[in-house]
């Protein structure tokens, strides 16, 4: 059978077509396998980099030898940090970063734990709950002996040295506390507070911890989440007052600009 050369030129072009449509497609496919890798190690690159410029890993646990390496959103934290407290810390705001799916916590504790129920480990628990609240002084330093805090160092105000007297007091195994705390002979005027812009995993990893620490809500079951420095709390409260405290004590933790309790009444 003759085929014109017309004919032979259209079966040419419809072959071509085949050819190319079928490399493109394996070329496009081969694309999306790399292309999915690809992401994925830069999400775990976001997220590393995310939890190294937190605000608490800059501030509170800047002195820990602590490293971060993510895989598919699976962080595992190694090194050594100075307590249980900041080992927890560190977990609790890699948690909250965008991409992470779970953290193993390796983290190693720098000489051995104090004892549980200890003056020493009374302490640590104090010192923790005092450290994310912006009207507790920097300064202030933490005594313990037979379960009764010492609380030193230089408060603003009175109601600033009243304010941590009642935050010492709040945590549990406190049996009393002595705020030997002095103030400068014209107490300090303090303005209106701007809320400090801090990333949303550190603030919220400060409100568990908070939350954690104080006796009064630390048997809480409380979801926590913050976007853009506004916190909303889950969960249930025995009655009101407990509920307006949860309020209150989040209310003064660093970075939040405000807050939307729809804790329920149990």
């Given at each position: 059978m003759k085929v014109s050369k017309a004919m032979y030129c259209v079966v040419l072009m419809v072959a071509a077509v085949g050819l190319?449509?079928?490399?493109a497609t394996s070329t496009r496919r081969s694309t999306e396998k790399i292309s999915a890798p690809v992401r994925a190690s830069e999400m775990d690159d976001r997220i590393e980099s995310s939890a190294r410029r937190s605000y608490v890993f800059k501030t509170y646990l800047q002195g820990d030898d602590i490293k971060i390496s993510s895989k598919?959103?699976?962080?595992t934290l190694t090194g050594v940090?100075?307590?249980a407290s900041r080992k927890a810390l560190a977990q609790e705001t890699v948690a909250g970063?965008?991409?992470?799916?779970?953290?193993?916590?390796?983290?190693?504790?720098?000489?051995?734990?104090?004892?549980?129920?200890?003056d020493a480990w009374l302490s640590e628990k104090v010192r923790t709950a005092l450290l994310f609240h912006r009207n507790v002084s920097g300064s202030t330093t933490v005594y313990v002996q037979d379960g009764i805090v010492t609380l030193r160092g230089e408060a603003a105000t009175q109601a600033q040295k009243e304010l941590t007297t009642e935050y010492a007091k709040d945590v549990e195994g406190v049996k009393d506390v002595k705020n030997e705390m002095t103030m400068?002979?014209?107490?300090?005027?303090t303005s209106e507070f701007v809320a400090e812009s801090i990333d949303d995993a550190s603030i919220t990893a400060q409100v568990k911890m908070t939350l954690l620490y104080h006796r009064s809500t630390?048997?809480?079951?409380?979801?926590?989440?913050?976007?853009?420095?506004v916190v909303t709390l889950d969960g249930k409260?025995?009655?009101a007052t407990e509920k307006e405290l949860?309020?209150?004590l989040v209310n003064d933790i660093h970075g939040v600009k405000s807050i939307n309790n729809r804790m329920t009444i149990d």
């Open positions: 190319f449509g079928g490399c598919d959103g699976v962080v940090v100075a307590n970063l965008p991409g992470v799916k779970s953290v193993d916590n390796r983290l190693g504790i720098k000489g051995a734990s104090p004892t549980p129920n200890s400068p002979p014209t107490p300090k005027t630390s048997a809480l079951r409380t979801k926590v989440e913050t976007n853009e420095g409260a025995k009655n949860v309020t209150k």
